[in-house]
Protein backbone atom coordinates (compact mmCIF):
# COMPACT_ATOMS: atom_id res chain seq x y z
CA UNK A 1 0.00 0.00 0.00
CA UNK A 2 0.94 3.62 -0.94
CA UNK A 3 2.03 6.82 1.66
CA UNK A 4 -1.41 8.30 0.62
CA UNK A 5 -3.70 5.18 1.95
CA UNK A 6 -1.57 4.91 4.93
CA UNK A 7 -2.46 9.13 5.60
CA UNK A 8 -6.16 8.42 5.06
CA UNK A 9 -6.48 4.96 7.07
CA UNK A 10 -5.71 7.07 10.13
CA UNK A 11 -7.89 9.72 9.86
CA UNK A 12 -11.78 7.33 10.07
CA UNK A 13 -12.97 9.74 12.16
CA UNK A 14 -11.63 12.87 10.88
CA UNK A 15 -12.34 12.81 7.64
CA UNK A 16 -14.98 15.24 7.60
CA UNK A 17 -16.70 17.47 4.73
CA UNK A 18 -16.30 20.87 4.29
CA UNK A 19 -18.13 22.79 1.75
CA UNK A 20 -21.69 23.61 2.43
CA UNK A 21 -21.83 21.36 6.09
CA UNK A 22 -18.27 22.94 7.20
CA UNK A 23 -19.56 26.34 6.43
CA UNK A 24 -23.25 25.43 9.08
CA UNK A 25 -21.40 24.12 12.25
CA UNK A 26 -21.35 20.56 10.74
CA UNK A 27 -18.80 17.82 11.66
CA UNK A 28 -19.48 14.78 10.18
CA UNK A 29 -17.84 11.49 8.32
CA UNK A 30 -18.24 11.45 4.90
CA UNK A 31 -20.54 8.84 4.09
CA UNK A 32 -20.42 6.48 1.50
CA UNK A 33 -22.75 4.09 -0.53
CA UNK A 34 -21.29 1.59 -3.12
CA UNK A 35 -23.63 -0.99 -5.09
CA UNK A 36 -19.60 -2.87 -5.85
CA UNK A 37 -18.20 -5.22 -3.76
CA UNK A 38 -14.80 -5.09 -5.71
CA UNK A 39 -11.87 -2.68 -5.68
CA UNK A 40 -13.64 0.13 -5.34
CA UNK A 41 -15.54 -1.05 -2.09
CA UNK A 42 -11.88 -1.44 -0.69
CA UNK A 43 -10.68 1.86 -1.53
CA UNK A 44 -13.98 3.84 -0.53
CA UNK A 45 -13.08 1.62 3.39
CA UNK A 46 -9.40 2.57 3.22
CA UNK A 47 -10.00 6.37 3.22
CA UNK A 48 -12.09 6.19 6.38
CA UNK A 49 -15.81 6.90 5.32
CA UNK A 50 -18.59 5.69 7.12
CA UNK A 51 -20.48 2.82 4.75
CA UNK A 52 -24.17 3.03 4.98
CA UNK A 53 -25.68 0.26 3.83
CA UNK A 54 -28.98 0.44 4.27
CA UNK A 55 -31.15 1.14 1.16
CA UNK A 56 -32.62 4.46 2.53
CA UNK A 57 -29.98 5.45 4.23
CA UNK A 58 -28.57 8.98 3.60
CA UNK A 59 -24.90 9.47 1.85
CA UNK A 60 -22.43 12.30 0.50
CA UNK A 61 -20.82 9.92 -1.79
CA UNK A 62 -22.35 6.73 -4.03
CA UNK A 63 -20.90 4.39 -6.73
CA UNK A 64 -23.54 3.30 -8.10
CA UNK A 65 -24.32 1.45 -11.18
CA UNK A 66 -25.91 2.28 -13.95
CA UNK A 67 -28.88 0.71 -13.61
CA UNK A 68 -29.49 3.28 -10.54
CA UNK A 69 -29.07 5.71 -12.37
CA UNK A 70 -31.48 4.57 -14.76
CA UNK A 71 -34.35 3.67 -12.16
CA UNK A 72 -33.39 5.97 -9.21
CA UNK A 73 -31.56 9.27 -10.46
CA UNK A 74 -34.45 11.18 -11.26
CA UNK A 75 -36.31 11.06 -8.33
CA UNK A 76 -33.60 11.83 -6.08
CA UNK A 77 -32.85 15.23 -4.74
CA UNK A 78 -28.96 15.96 -4.51
CA UNK A 79 -27.55 18.19 -1.78
CA UNK A 80 -24.63 20.65 -3.06
CA UNK A 81 -22.15 18.50 -1.90
CA UNK A 82 -22.97 15.22 -2.74
CA UNK A 83 -21.49 13.27 -5.98
CA UNK A 84 -21.92 10.56 -7.94
CA UNK A 85 -19.98 8.48 -10.38
CA UNK A 86 -22.27 8.42 -13.34
CA UNK A 87 -23.62 11.69 -15.71
CA UNK A 88 -27.48 11.08 -16.46
CA UNK A 89 -27.11 9.88 -20.21
CA UNK A 90 -23.76 9.04 -19.76
CA UNK A 91 -25.17 6.29 -22.61
CA UNK A 92 -24.78 8.70 -25.34
CA UNK A 93 -20.99 7.88 -24.96
CA UNK A 94 -20.61 4.58 -23.89
CA UNK A 95 -23.20 2.49 -25.87
CA UNK A 96 -21.53 1.63 -29.52
CA UNK A 97 -24.43 2.76 -31.53
CA UNK A 98 -24.81 6.22 -30.38
CA UNK A 99 -21.07 6.57 -30.00
CA UNK A 100 -20.85 5.75 -33.75
CA UNK A 101 -23.80 8.31 -34.27
CA UNK A 102 -22.32 11.02 -32.45
CA UNK A 103 -19.14 11.20 -33.56
CA UNK A 104 -20.29 11.06 -36.95
CA UNK A 105 -21.74 13.94 -36.70
CA UNK A 106 -18.79 15.76 -35.00
CA UNK A 107 -17.56 14.79 -37.93
CA UNK A 108 -19.96 16.09 -40.28
CA UNK A 109 -20.13 19.22 -37.82
CA UNK A 110 -16.24 19.73 -38.30
CA UNK A 111 -16.26 19.42 -42.09
CA UNK A 112 -19.06 22.22 -42.47
CA UNK A 113 -17.02 24.35 -40.31
CA UNK A 114 -13.44 23.92 -40.94
CA UNK A 115 -13.15 21.53 -44.63
CA UNK A 116 -12.10 17.93 -45.23
CA UNK A 117 -8.67 18.36 -43.59
CA UNK A 118 -9.57 18.97 -40.69
CA UNK A 119 -12.81 16.65 -40.28
CA UNK A 120 -10.26 13.83 -41.18
CA UNK A 121 -8.63 13.81 -37.82
CA UNK A 122 -11.96 12.63 -36.77
CA UNK A 123 -11.67 8.96 -38.82
CA UNK A 124 -10.21 6.91 -35.79
CA UNK A 125 -13.06 4.64 -35.39
CA UNK A 126 -14.11 2.51 -37.56
CA UNK A 127 -16.72 2.49 -40.88
CA UNK A 128 -19.85 1.25 -38.41
CA UNK A 129 -23.46 0.60 -39.23
CA UNK A 130 -26.24 -0.36 -36.96
CA UNK A 131 -28.66 -3.20 -37.38
CA UNK A 132 -31.25 -3.92 -38.50
CA UNK A 133 -31.98 -0.59 -38.94
CA UNK A 134 -28.71 0.18 -41.57
CA UNK A 135 -29.28 -3.09 -43.11
CA UNK A 136 -29.44 -2.11 -46.25
CA UNK A 137 -27.22 0.85 -46.41
CA UNK A 138 -24.74 -1.69 -44.94
CA UNK A 139 -25.53 -4.13 -48.14
CA UNK A 140 -24.37 -1.25 -50.12
CA UNK A 141 -21.05 -0.63 -48.69
CA UNK A 142 -20.31 -4.59 -48.16
CA UNK A 143 -20.97 -4.90 -51.72
CA UNK A 144 -18.31 -2.74 -52.44
CA UNK A 145 -15.36 -4.51 -50.57
CA UNK A 146 -16.86 -8.17 -51.00
CA UNK A 147 -13.40 -9.80 -49.49
CA UNK A 148 -13.23 -7.47 -46.42
CA UNK A 149 -14.19 -8.82 -42.81
CA UNK A 150 -16.48 -7.48 -40.54
CA UNK A 151 -17.65 -7.25 -37.03
CA UNK A 152 -20.82 -7.96 -35.04
CA UNK A 153 -21.64 -6.20 -31.34
CA UNK A 154 -24.44 -6.13 -29.51
CA UNK A 155 -25.11 -2.10 -28.90
CA UNK A 156 -25.31 -2.61 -25.33
CA UNK A 157 -23.29 -5.72 -23.56
CA UNK A 158 -19.67 -5.91 -22.38
CA UNK A 159 -16.71 -8.24 -21.86
CA UNK A 160 -17.23 -9.79 -25.52
CA UNK A 161 -20.45 -11.17 -25.15
CA UNK A 162 -22.45 -11.73 -28.52
CA UNK A 163 -19.91 -11.08 -30.78
CA UNK A 164 -18.86 -12.44 -33.55
CA UNK A 165 -16.53 -12.54 -37.12
CA UNK A 166 -18.27 -12.63 -40.71
CA UNK A 167 -17.29 -12.39 -44.18
CA UNK A 168 -20.96 -13.41 -45.94
CA UNK A 169 -24.30 -11.82 -46.21
CA UNK A 170 -25.89 -14.98 -45.04
CA UNK A 171 -24.32 -14.84 -41.80
CA UNK A 172 -26.25 -12.18 -40.72
CA UNK A 173 -29.39 -12.90 -42.53
CA UNK A 174 -31.29 -12.45 -39.57
CA UNK A 175 -30.63 -8.91 -39.21
CA UNK A 176 -32.06 -8.45 -42.76
CA UNK A 177 -34.64 -5.31 -42.30
CA UNK A 178 -38.28 -6.30 -43.58
CA UNK A 179 -41.12 -5.18 -43.43
CA UNK A 180 -43.23 -5.95 -40.21
CA UNK A 181 -46.28 -6.77 -42.38
CA UNK A 182 -46.88 -9.78 -44.55
CA UNK A 183 -48.09 -9.42 -47.57
CA UNK A 184 -51.64 -11.30 -46.73
CA UNK A 185 -51.82 -7.29 -44.67
CA UNK A 186 -50.99 -9.12 -41.16
CA UNK A 187 -48.33 -7.92 -38.75
CA UNK A 188 -45.37 -10.54 -38.74
CA UNK A 189 -45.29 -11.41 -34.66
CA UNK A 190 -41.06 -12.63 -34.65
CA UNK A 191 -39.38 -11.85 -31.97
CA UNK A 192 -37.33 -8.86 -33.13
CA UNK A 193 -33.43 -8.78 -33.21
CA UNK A 194 -31.35 -7.67 -30.77
CA UNK A 195 -29.85 -4.29 -32.02
CA UNK A 196 -26.12 -4.98 -32.94
CA UNK A 197 -23.82 -2.82 -34.91
CA UNK A 198 -21.28 -3.55 -37.87
CA UNK A 199 -17.82 -2.30 -38.10
CA UNK A 200 -15.13 -2.79 -40.43
CA UNK A 201 -12.80 -5.52 -38.82
CA UNK A 202 -9.28 -3.62 -38.95
CA UNK A 203 -7.72 -7.08 -39.74
CA UNK A 204 -4.00 -5.22 -39.90
CA UNK A 205 -3.25 -4.81 -36.13
CA UNK A 206 -0.22 -4.27 -34.68
CA UNK A 207 1.22 -7.48 -33.48
CA UNK A 208 3.50 -8.46 -30.64
CA UNK A 209 4.91 -11.85 -30.69
CA UNK A 210 2.25 -12.87 -32.96
CA UNK A 211 -0.77 -12.08 -31.17
CA UNK A 212 -3.02 -8.90 -31.41
CA UNK A 213 -3.67 -6.95 -28.05
CA UNK A 214 -5.68 -3.59 -27.58
CA UNK A 215 -4.70 -0.74 -24.84
CA UNK A 216 -6.91 0.12 -21.71
CA UNK A 217 -6.71 3.93 -20.89
CA UNK A 218 -8.55 5.68 -17.92
CA UNK A 219 -9.76 9.06 -18.54
CA UNK A 220 -11.71 11.05 -16.01
CA UNK A 221 -14.44 13.56 -16.40
CA UNK A 222 -15.70 15.85 -13.79
CA UNK A 223 -17.40 18.71 -16.04
CA UNK A 224 -18.94 18.61 -19.40
CA UNK A 225 -19.52 22.24 -19.30
CA UNK A 226 -16.91 23.42 -19.26
CA UNK A 227 -15.16 20.43 -20.18
CA UNK A 228 -12.64 19.18 -17.94
CA UNK A 229 -10.63 16.40 -18.37
CA UNK A 230 -7.56 14.11 -16.61
CA UNK A 231 -6.19 11.17 -17.94
CA UNK A 232 -4.07 8.12 -16.10
CA UNK A 233 -0.82 7.82 -16.32
CA UNK A 234 -1.01 3.88 -16.04
CA UNK A 235 -3.27 1.55 -17.79
CA UNK A 236 -2.49 -1.64 -19.85
CA UNK A 237 -2.65 -3.79 -23.03
CA UNK A 238 -4.57 -6.62 -23.59
CA UNK A 239 -3.03 -9.32 -25.08
CA UNK A 240 -4.21 -12.72 -27.09
CA UNK A 241 -3.69 -15.90 -25.83
CA UNK A 242 -3.20 -17.60 -29.48
CA UNK A 243 -1.41 -16.08 -32.37
CA UNK A 244 -3.11 -13.39 -34.74
CA UNK A 245 -4.39 -15.02 -38.49
CA UNK A 246 -7.39 -14.56 -40.62
CA UNK A 247 -7.65 -17.95 -41.52
CA UNK A 248 -9.86 -18.25 -38.82
CA UNK A 249 -12.23 -15.70 -37.80
CA UNK A 250 -14.97 -18.07 -35.68
CA UNK A 251 -11.89 -18.36 -33.15
CA UNK A 252 -12.68 -15.65 -30.17
CA UNK A 253 -9.11 -16.51 -28.58
CA UNK A 254 -7.45 -14.98 -31.64
CA UNK A 255 -9.31 -11.81 -32.02
CA UNK A 256 -11.20 -11.25 -29.28
CA UNK A 257 -8.77 -9.45 -26.60
CA UNK A 258 -11.31 -9.18 -23.31
CA UNK A 259 -10.23 -10.53 -20.40
CA UNK A 260 -13.19 -12.30 -20.04
CA UNK A 261 -12.90 -14.64 -23.01
CA UNK A 262 -9.02 -15.03 -22.39
CA UNK A 263 -9.60 -16.27 -19.13
CA UNK A 264 -11.56 -19.33 -20.61
CA UNK A 265 -8.79 -20.10 -22.83
CA UNK A 266 -7.48 -23.94 -22.16
CA UNK A 267 -3.57 -22.39 -21.15
CA UNK A 268 -4.36 -19.04 -19.71
CA UNK A 269 -2.25 -18.98 -16.59
CA UNK A 270 -3.98 -16.63 -13.95
CA UNK A 271 -0.88 -15.58 -12.33
CA UNK A 272 0.60 -14.59 -15.40
CA UNK A 273 -2.56 -13.13 -17.07
CA UNK A 274 -2.58 -11.73 -20.68
CA UNK A 275 -1.43 -7.60 -19.99
CA UNK A 276 1.54 -5.60 -20.05
CA UNK A 277 1.32 -2.50 -18.37
CA UNK A 278 1.61 0.91 -20.28
CA UNK A 279 4.35 1.79 -19.62
CA UNK A 280 6.26 -1.64 -20.70
CA UNK A 281 4.08 -1.21 -23.74
CA UNK A 282 5.50 2.39 -24.15
CA UNK A 283 8.89 1.04 -23.69
CA UNK A 284 8.40 -1.86 -26.26
CA UNK A 285 7.19 0.45 -29.11
CA UNK A 286 10.38 3.24 -28.49
CA UNK A 287 12.77 0.24 -28.65
CA UNK A 288 10.85 -0.63 -32.29
CA UNK A 289 10.30 2.73 -33.84
CA UNK A 290 11.93 5.16 -31.79
CA UNK A 291 10.89 7.97 -29.97
CA UNK A 292 8.55 9.95 -33.34
CA UNK A 293 6.91 7.63 -34.01
CA UNK A 294 5.44 7.19 -30.85
CA UNK A 295 4.77 10.52 -29.45
CA UNK A 296 3.00 10.51 -33.12
CA UNK A 297 0.66 7.67 -31.74
CA UNK A 298 0.28 9.04 -28.23
CA UNK A 299 -0.65 12.33 -29.28
CA UNK A 300 -3.22 10.80 -31.39
CA UNK A 301 -4.94 8.62 -28.48
CA UNK A 302 -5.10 11.99 -27.10
CA UNK A 303 -6.83 13.44 -29.85
CA UNK A 304 -9.42 9.98 -29.29
CA UNK A 305 -9.96 11.38 -25.94
CA UNK A 306 -10.95 14.44 -26.45
CA UNK A 307 -12.76 14.71 -29.68
CA UNK A 308 -15.04 11.90 -28.70
CA UNK A 309 -16.15 13.50 -25.18
CA UNK A 310 -16.61 16.87 -27.85
CA UNK A 311 -19.01 14.58 -29.57
CA UNK A 312 -21.41 14.84 -26.29
CA UNK A 313 -20.60 17.25 -25.12
CA UNK A 314 -23.30 19.28 -26.24
CA UNK A 315 -26.16 16.67 -25.36
CA UNK A 316 -24.91 15.34 -22.12
CA UNK A 317 -26.37 16.21 -19.10
CA UNK A 318 -24.13 18.07 -17.16
CA UNK A 319 -24.85 17.69 -13.31
CA UNK A 320 -22.18 19.61 -10.92
CA UNK A 321 -22.54 16.59 -8.52
CA UNK A 322 -21.89 13.90 -11.78
CA UNK A 323 -18.38 12.84 -12.64
CA UNK A 324 -17.04 9.62 -14.85
CA UNK A 325 -14.66 6.88 -14.92
CA UNK A 326 -14.20 5.81 -18.90
CA UNK A 327 -12.44 2.94 -19.53
CA UNK A 328 -11.32 3.75 -23.29
CA UNK A 329 -10.17 0.69 -25.05
CA UNK A 330 -8.05 1.73 -28.01
CA UNK A 331 -6.66 -0.32 -31.06
CA UNK A 332 -3.24 -0.27 -32.92
CA UNK A 333 -2.69 -1.03 -36.27
CA UNK A 334 -0.06 -2.16 -38.27
CA UNK A 335 1.18 1.43 -39.28
CA UNK A 336 1.11 2.88 -35.55
CA UNK A 337 -2.50 4.47 -36.33
CA UNK A 338 -4.74 4.28 -32.96
CA UNK A 339 -8.53 3.34 -33.35
CA UNK A 340 -11.16 3.43 -30.82
CA UNK A 341 -12.72 0.23 -30.34
CA UNK A 342 -15.49 1.36 -27.80
CA UNK A 343 -15.86 3.49 -24.21
CA UNK A 344 -16.83 1.78 -21.30
CA UNK A 345 -18.52 3.97 -18.47
CA UNK A 346 -18.34 0.83 -15.76
CA UNK A 347 -14.58 -0.32 -16.24
CA UNK A 348 -14.36 -3.27 -15.03
CA UNK A 349 -12.95 -3.00 -10.92
CA UNK A 350 -12.32 -6.35 -10.41
CA UNK A 351 -8.42 -7.90 -10.55
CA UNK A 352 -7.21 -10.53 -12.24
CA UNK A 353 -4.55 -10.99 -10.37
CA UNK A 354 -2.42 -8.59 -7.61
CA UNK A 355 -0.32 -6.28 -10.06
CA UNK A 356 -3.77 -5.37 -11.67
CA UNK A 357 -5.58 -4.77 -7.97
CA UNK A 358 -2.56 -2.47 -7.26
CA UNK A 359 -3.11 -0.52 -10.78
CA UNK A 360 -7.00 -0.18 -10.28
CA UNK A 361 -7.18 0.96 -6.09
CA UNK A 362 -4.42 3.38 -7.00
CA UNK A 363 -6.21 4.82 -9.80
CA UNK A 364 -9.43 4.92 -8.16
CA UNK A 365 -7.79 6.13 -5.12
CA UNK A 366 -6.80 9.28 -6.83
CA UNK A 367 -10.10 9.33 -8.78
CA UNK A 368 -11.38 10.01 -5.26
CA UNK A 369 -8.80 12.67 -4.26
CA UNK A 370 -9.77 14.25 -6.96
CA UNK A 371 -13.16 14.42 -6.58
CA UNK A 372 -11.81 16.43 -3.59
CA UNK A 373 -14.80 15.20 -1.01
CA UNK A 374 -12.54 16.48 2.18
CA UNK A 375 -12.34 20.00 0.50
CA UNK A 376 -8.18 19.94 0.50
CA UNK A 377 -7.63 20.73 -3.25
CA UNK A 378 -7.16 24.10 -4.28
CA UNK A 379 -8.82 23.83 -7.56
CA UNK A 380 -5.73 24.55 -9.80
CA UNK A 381 -4.02 21.42 -9.52
CA UNK A 382 -2.88 20.29 -13.15
CA UNK A 383 -1.58 16.98 -11.43
CA UNK A 384 -3.43 14.62 -8.82
CA UNK A 385 -1.37 11.31 -8.00
CA UNK A 386 -1.41 9.05 -11.33
CA UNK A 387 -3.53 11.72 -12.80
CA UNK A 388 -2.60 14.28 -15.63
CA UNK A 389 -4.79 17.17 -16.41
CA UNK A 390 -5.23 17.33 -20.00
CA UNK A 391 -8.12 19.87 -20.81
CA UNK A 392 -9.75 22.60 -18.95
CA UNK A 393 -11.81 24.02 -21.41
CA UNK A 394 -8.92 23.91 -23.72
CA UNK A 395 -5.75 22.06 -23.80
CA UNK A 396 -3.58 22.05 -20.59
CA UNK A 397 0.02 22.80 -21.45
CA UNK A 398 2.65 20.86 -19.30
CA UNK A 399 5.08 23.11 -17.29
CA UNK A 400 7.84 20.76 -17.20
CA UNK A 401 8.54 19.81 -20.48
CA UNK A 402 10.99 16.09 -19.30
CA UNK A 403 9.33 13.09 -19.24
CA UNK A 404 10.73 10.35 -17.21
CA UNK A 405 10.42 6.65 -19.97
CA UNK A 406 11.05 9.09 -22.57
CA UNK A 407 13.19 11.93 -24.36
CA UNK A 408 12.10 15.18 -24.04
CA UNK A 409 8.90 15.56 -26.31
CA UNK A 410 8.58 18.21 -28.98
CA UNK A 411 4.91 19.18 -27.55
CA UNK A 412 4.15 20.74 -24.56
CA UNK A 413 0.32 19.02 -23.94
CA UNK A 414 0.00 18.09 -20.49
CA UNK A 415 -0.64 14.13 -20.66
CA UNK A 416 2.06 11.63 -20.16
CA UNK A 417 0.41 8.22 -20.92
CA UNK A 418 2.58 5.19 -20.43
CA UNK A 419 5.26 7.32 -18.44
CA UNK A 420 6.63 6.20 -14.80
CA UNK A 421 3.97 7.25 -12.87
CA UNK A 422 5.56 8.57 -9.44
CA UNK A 423 2.21 9.18 -8.23
CA UNK A 424 3.44 8.56 -4.71
CA UNK A 425 6.07 12.02 -4.75
CA UNK A 426 2.74 13.62 -5.96
CA UNK A 427 0.73 12.75 -3.47
CA UNK A 428 3.14 13.25 -0.94
CA UNK A 429 4.11 16.59 -1.72
CA UNK A 430 0.24 17.59 -2.31
CA UNK A 431 -0.75 16.47 1.52
CA UNK A 432 2.59 18.87 2.57
CA UNK A 433 0.80 22.04 1.12
CA UNK A 434 -2.97 21.42 1.31
CA UNK A 435 -2.60 19.44 4.62
CA UNK A 436 -5.87 20.91 6.11
CA UNK A 437 -9.06 20.88 4.26
CA UNK A 438 -10.32 24.35 2.96
CA UNK A 439 -12.58 26.34 4.40
Not at 229 to 252: A, H, K, P
Not at 297 to 306: E, N, P, Q, S
Not at 342 to 354: D, F, G, V, W
Request: hydrophobic share 35%; glycine share 6%.
Amino acid sequence: SCWFEAVVSTQSTGVMYSRNRANRGENRVIRFKCTLQNTIADVLRSRGWQEIKEESGDWDFYWADVGWMREVFDHCYMEEHMRLNHFRNHYELTRKNLMAKNLKRLRKQIERDSGKLEAAKCDFFPTTFELPADYHIFVEEFKRSPNSTWIMKPIAKSQGKGIFLFKKLKDIMEWKKEDSWKIDGTKDDREPVENYVVQRYIDNPYLIGGRKFDIRCYVLVTSYIPLKVWLYRSGFGRMSNTRYSLDSIEDTYVHLTNVAIQKTAPDYDPEKGCKWSLIQLRMYLLAKHGPEAVETLFRGMDDIFIKSLQSTQKIMINDKHCFELYGYDILIDESLKPWLLEINASPSLTASNQQDYDLKFKLLHDVLTIIDMEGKLTGKEKRVGGFDLMWNDGPVHCEELSMEGAPNPPYTTNTMLGCFNNREDNLKKMMRSHGSPKS
